[in-house]
């Protein structure tokens, strides 16, 4: 049964990086993870939704986001898969802070993803003055 749980988790990281590598911006899904007791012999596992209100690059990012699951984390990632850092939960379903790792020239978007496997793919700008 621990295979089964591991073989779940790896289809839906799978198709989460699917999703984040074909630039799709939507932030829900519904996930299945096998071993479970559902009437499809399944565990239906809710994702949570991202929404990202400020995502400024200088060098750094600046990111001002919020998600469904209060308890979640996100995590930021480059267009081209690279991990850049873990957006601060500031509580409450809100997170922000500098995503302090310099990643050189402006990506133009970055990738938002959350440990209850949500994503959104968001644009960078200049930071507002």
């Known amino acids: 049964m621990k295979n089964e749980i591991n073989l ?3 289809a839906i990281l ?4 699917l999703v984040a590598g074909l630039g799709i911006s939507a932030s829900r899904t519904t996930a299945m993870a096998s071993g479970g007791g559902g009437a ?4 239906t596992a809710k994702v949570d939704s991202i929404k ?3 995502c400024y690059y200088s060098g750094n ?11 979640a984390r996100l ?4 267009p081209s898969g690279e991990y850049v850092g873990e957006v ?5 379903s809100r997170y922000g802070g500098t995503v302090t790792r310099y990643i050189g ?19 960078t700008t200049p930071p507002q003055i």
């Open 40 to 43: 499809n012999g399944g565990v």
């Open 14 to 17: 799978m198709t989460q990086l």
């Open 105 to 123: 020239a402006d990506p133009g978007s970055v990738i938002v993803t959350s440990s209850s496997l949500g994503t959104i793919t968001v644009p």
């Open 61 to 71: 990012l600046l990111i001002k986001a919020s998600s469904s699951d209060p308890a």
């Open 52 to 54: 990202v209100s400020k």
């Open 75 to 78: 995590f930021v990632y480059l």
């Open 8 to 10: 779940g988790a790896a």
């Open 88 to 92: 601060q939960n500031g509580g409450g």
